[in-house]
Nanobody, 124 residues
């Protein structure tokens, strides 16, 4: 599967953005999807993940209550709605795919397919 992340941009503190992760192929519904982010000078970190059907989600504590992940398998797309953005949310956001169920959705090593990343900048 090939992934294409989009929707990043510059937004002010408290603003919102919606990221999209579009996938190629006809087996998208067989993949768990995760979002990770990497800020300048920092390691890549887990943000959120969603199961194949969309019935199960996992969020990092830092984004709970502000970010919402969803997926539309008919459109081969996962969405990340980001509200109440903070300067510390500034990073390159990557979507990633894992075939089947993901036992540890917050681990980078679980994912075999990665998109190219989209930059989110939150200005104060």
């Amino acid at each position: 599967v090939q992934l294409q992340a989009s929707g990043g941009g510059l937004v002010q503190v408290g603003g919102s953005l919606r990221l999209s992760c579009a996938a190629s192929g006809r087996t998208f519904s067989r993949y768990s999807i995760g979002w990770f982010r990497q800020a300048p000078g920092k390691e890549r970190e887990f943000v959120v993940a969603i199961s194949r059907s969309g019935s199960s989600t996992d969020y990092a504590d830092s984004v709970k209550g502000r970010f919402t992940i969803s997926r539309d398998n008919a459109k081969n797309t996962v969405y990340l709605q980001m509200n109440l953005l903070k300067p510390e949310d500034t990073a390159v956001y990557y979507c990633a795919a894992d075939y089947g169920s993901t036992l540890y959705p917050d681990l980078i090593s679980e994912y075999g397919y990665w998109g190219q990343g989209t930059l989110v900048t939150v200005s104060s």
